[in-house]
């Protein structure tokens, strides 16, 4: 058998039917050997959900707790042959919690079963569904409306259900010019009607069965099309004198420039090369010429897009693992930031500023995600403001690498437009993701029509604003952590600003004394300047006595919940009069300042602080690590 | 590009990517058909050198005496590092498919042999040649398959694999499993052996073989350890076998197949499928996911 295979999935939401229409489309195409039936049937009468009948189910789930909760996990795959065509079927998990595998399958395939149930009609998780395989790239989408026979073949349910299908491929076509190809088709997964052979149920039904479909659709060819796309995945060396070649190689192959052998191994991920050819390695833009093409130990003349070749050049050139070979004059652009979509994955949220590592064909390199432009709410496919991502989030984002990498729009290259972007620290897989496009840097300052909010302010920081409020007695050791704080948020590349008697009580506040209505202005005035500060973007540190529970109560309540952090500088009255660093205890004492906190003015110690620093038994970096942890939870 | 040279070149980007990125990779040569397929598919891989990995086979010392004759044949041929592997406290302690049953028996001398041989060299990348058409665990497994600290498979909590872009990241002691064979049914398998002539064991052909029959499956009487039972009797069979593991946990099939065309023909018109010759899958449910999941291949 020659000629294309098909990948495939049936996706869509739980209990559609998708792995009874996979196991049902095997039986009726003579994929299950009779072992199998008969270990099916004695299944289908313990476990299965079908009463009398068999449960095809049974057939794809395989993982002991699938079987056991009669739900799918994780993709599973089955290989068939069915109408003269190879396929590899993946049938992937509707679960919301299971999104990530499912994208894995998606990735894999060139063409889409989306079920639906019709009674049910499109839910949420299709509509997520759909928009990964769209945004995945692929073209080739059949909606298979399920459980017909639950509603007695009614040609109007079906036909309502097509119209919300149809508004459903608009709006896909909104995020992928690719989606080209999509059908729906009325079936029953359980009784087999449409799948095979067309059903006397339906003769207001038309197009063709659901393996016509299958068997007829034509994947989309962009690896032909695409230009030459050459990523190096691995440098084959040898040495003339050396015993680790293979036995039957000629003397001619091992005699190369300079006594080595070097040939430059990977897949021709698109386009076409031949002997001869003129290259450019990217990202150094090294020109080269091909000398010859190795097959496995086959020279051939040229080789074809998915060939897993080797090439050795003319010449000696220093191309490593991660160079992209492409022809001079259609080859990939160079940048390190860029706009892109993402699908997130790990259970772990998106931190900003946590550096993720970016895997591509291209190579790997230090990632940021610096700022996120929205968030796509499946529901209803709008672009919501974001400031962090969870599991099975779908965003738009700009992402900064730490060196430039050559690159196409996925649009156009769906292998060198995507990635994967791994925790650092946990070395999960965090999201995967496809390019729309670099941004250059005039583009980074000129944003398109989108209002910019705080949101957006503290997107190009990346990282949360925060104001964090140090309180305590007056040598309690505020403004030593304050400043600590400070210098180590700031060596980390965040924006920060310390607001304390210095800057304020000789500027803004330069009108205010120290009477309990003063001093209850000049928190307030505080406040209001750490809060246009966040707005800006910052992260805002103050260090002040603000002795008065009222006032920093006053202050929490003007921020979101998670930006106002209190930290209360636990030291002792007795500690501070001690350290006495201005000797302003002595002068109190001795009456010589009136209304001094802890001495003839009351200290209102928190009730719930965010965080507690000690700094009698506790160093000072251990005080600093300490609020660090709590900014990196939060 | 036809369905076979697709698969070939899937194959090959994966070994070179797992190579690629690996400390210590190994292959694991179980000797069957399938690792004569990976074997094949590494040497291309790698052309004009040698694979930069050794072979690593855990003998349990319960194999046909043809495999590990094919096995030396083939290593000094092509001029591979072997390592091989047994679990010497297992034999001393007489541990035999016969006296402990299947189950403890590949517990002790497969899959903690396997743990064994992967600790003492360190190995971090390590090829099998598992297809996803064998097994319903199989076909849900990645082809980057992640194993933690003691090698087990955790099925729920799989990394995604997206494109060709696996993440191999990893802590210390942590390692893969890879798969370059997943994609390929034992069709292709057949097919791409007849297509490239690659050698295989001649236990894969029938011929006529001493066998007994014992709980309705055919097996090999392959050395004297092999004890009838009263009742039982030594015949001579047309037989030939679909997977190659313990020739006492391993049932011949009665066939006519001698070549590989004839097999392929065979396969076509088959109705069974592949391991049900495999006694070891069947002596509890879900079994080859339990295995995988203590460290099993
Ligand atoms: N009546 C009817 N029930 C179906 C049909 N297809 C699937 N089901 C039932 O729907 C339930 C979920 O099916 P399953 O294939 O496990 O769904 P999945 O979660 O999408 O894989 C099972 O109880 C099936 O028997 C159908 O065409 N008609």
């Known amino acids: 058998m020659s000629g294309e295979v098909l990948k495939f999935l049936t996706c869509g939401s739980v209990d559609d039917g998708k792995s009874t229409l996979i196991g049902h489309l095997l039986y009726l195409t003579g994929n299950i050997p009779i072992d199998q039936i008969q270990t099916l049937e004695a299944e289908s009468a313990r476990i299965g959900s079908v009463g009398s009948g068999r449960d095809y189910s049974l057939l794809l789930d395989g993982l002991l707790a699938e079987r056991e909760q009669g739900i799918t996990i994780d993709v599973a795959y089955r290989y068939f042959t069915a109408a003269g065509r190879k396929f590899i079927v993946a049938d992937t998990p509707g679960h919301l919690q299971y999104t990530r595998n499912m994208a894995t399958g998606a990735s894999q395939c060139t063409a889409a079963l989306i079920l639906v149930d019709v009674q049910q009609g499109i839910l949420p998780q299709t509509r997520r569904h759909a928009l990964i395989c769209a945004l995945m790239g692929i073209s080739r989408i059949l909606f298979v409306v399920n459980k017909m026979d639950r509603v007695d073949w009614d040609q109007a349910a079906y036909l309502r259900v097509e119209k919300e299908i149809n508004l459903l491929v608009e709006d896909l076509q909104l995020f992928s010019r690719r989606v080209a190809i999509a059908a729906s088709i009325p079936v029953s997964a359980l009784k087999g009607d449409n799948l095979v052979e067309h059903s006397a149920n339906t003769p207001w039904y038309g197009g063709p069965t659901l393996l016509q479909w299958l068997a007829t659709v034509q994947p989309e060819s962009w690896r032909e099309t695409a230009p030459l796309r050459f990523p190096v995945q691995y440098v084959i060396k040898g040495q003339r004198g050396g015993d680790s070649w293979q036995s039957d190689v000629p003397e001619g192959l091992k005699n190369g420039p300079g006594g080595t052998f070097r040939a430059y191994a990977g897949m021709v991920v698109s386009g076409s090369v031949a002997c001869g050819d003129e290259l450019v390695a990217l990202p150094s833009g090294v020109r080269l010429q091909v000398a010859t093409l190795l097959a496995g130990g086959t020279e051939v003349d040229c080789a074809v897009p998915g060939g897993a070749v080797a090439m050795t050049l003319t010449g000696e050139h220093d191309i490593v693992r991660g160079d992209l070979l492409a022809p001079a004059m259609a080859r990939p652009e160079v940048a390190d930031q860029f706009k892109v979509r993402l699908i997130w994955m790990e259970d772990a949220p998106l931190f900003a500023g946590r550096q993720y590592e970016f895997h591509g064909v291209a190579g790997v390199a230090k990632a940021d995600i610096v700022r996120l432009r929205n968030r796509i709410e499946p529901e209803s496919f709008r672009r919501l403001a974001a400031d962090t991502l969870h599991k099975n989030d779908i965003a738009e984002a700009e992402l900064h690498l730490s060196r430039p990498i050559p690159f196409d729009a996925f649009e156009f290259n769906q292998e060198t437009g995507a990635f994967i972007l791994v925790d650092r620290l946990t070395n999960a897989t965090a999201c995967c993701g496809m390019i729309l496009h670099s941004l250059r840097r005039a583009e980074n300052v000129h944003w398109q029509a989108e209002t910019v909010d705080r949101q957006a302010r503290a997107g190009i920081k990346g990282h949360t604003p925060r104001v964090i409020w140090f309180t305590g007695l007056s040598g309690s050791g505020k403004s030593t952590i304050a400043n600590a704080l400070e210098s180590r948020l700031n060596s980390m590349g965040r924006h920060t600003m310390l607001l304390d008697g210095d800057n304020i009580r000789h500027g803004l506040n330069r009108d205010l004394g120290f009477t309990e209505a003063d001093r209850i202005e000049n928190i307030r005035r505080i406040g209001e300047v750490a809060k246009l500060m966040t707005d800006a973007g910052l992260i805002v540190i103050t260090a002040f006595i603000s002795p008065f529970r009222a006032e920093r109560d006053l202050v929490r309540a003007m921020f979101p919940e998670i930006e106002f952090i209190e930290v209360f500088v636990d030291t002792p009255l007795a500690a501070c009069e001690q350290r006495d660093p201005k000797g302003l205890y002595k002068k109190a004492r001795a009456g010589e300042i009136p209304n001094f906190t802890g001495i003839n003015s009351p200290y209102e110690a928190p009730l719930k602080p965010e965080i507690v620093v000690d700094t009698i038994t506790v160093p000072l970096e251990e005080s600093v690590e300490q609020i660090m942890r709590f900014l990196a939870e939060g | ?297």
């Not at chain 2, 990779?25 to 891989?45: E, F, Q, T």
């Not at chain 2, 992967?118 to 319903?136: H, Q, T």
């Open chain 2, 1 to 297: 590009m036809d369905v076979l040279d697709r698969l070939e070149n899937e194959s090959i980007r994966i070994i070179r990517e797992a190579v690629a990125q690996a400390e210590r990779p190994a292959m694991l040569y179980s000797i069957g058909k399938d690792s004569s397929v990976m074997l094949h598919l590494a040497l291309k891989a790698f052309y004009p050198m040698k694979p930069p990995l050794p072979l690593v086979h855990v003998d349990t010392t319960w194999k046909f005496r043809e495999m590990i004759a094919f096995r030396d044949e083939t290593v000094a041929q092509l001029g591979l590092e072997l390592v091989t592997y047994t679990n010497m406290e297992g034999v001393a302690q007489g541990v035999s498919p016969f006296t402990h049953g299947s189950k403890v028996y590949t517990d002790i001398m497969k899959t903690g042999a396997l743990r064994m041989a992967l600790d003492m060299f360190r190995f971090d990348m390590v090829f099998g040649g598992a297809r996803r058409d064998e097994e319903k665990s199989r076909a849900k497994e990645r082809v980057f398959s992640f194993r933690d600290v003691g090698h087990r498979w955790e099925p729920r909590g799989q990394r995604p694999e997206i494109w060709a872009i696996p993440n191999l990241r990893k802590g210390r002691d942590e390692s893969f499993r890879v798969f370059p064979l997943s994609n390929w049914t034992e069709l292709d398998v057949w097919r791409y052996i007849e297509r490239e002539s690659i050698p295989v064991v001649p236990l894969y052909f029938a011929a006529p073989r001493p066998v007994v029959l014992r709980d309705g499956q055919l097996l090999l009487l392959d050395d004297e350890r092999l004890k009838l039972m009263p009742g039982e009797q030594a015949e001579t069979r047309m037989i030939r076998f679909r997977t190659l593991g313990c020739y006492p946990l391993t049932a011949g099939v009665e066939s006519r197949a001698a070549t590989v065309a004839e097999v392929i023909a065979e396969l076509e018109a088959a109705d069974t499928s592949e391991r049900c010759g495999r006694l070891i899958d069947f002596d509890q449910a879900g079994s080859m996911e339990m295995k995988k999941r203590e460290g099993y291949f």
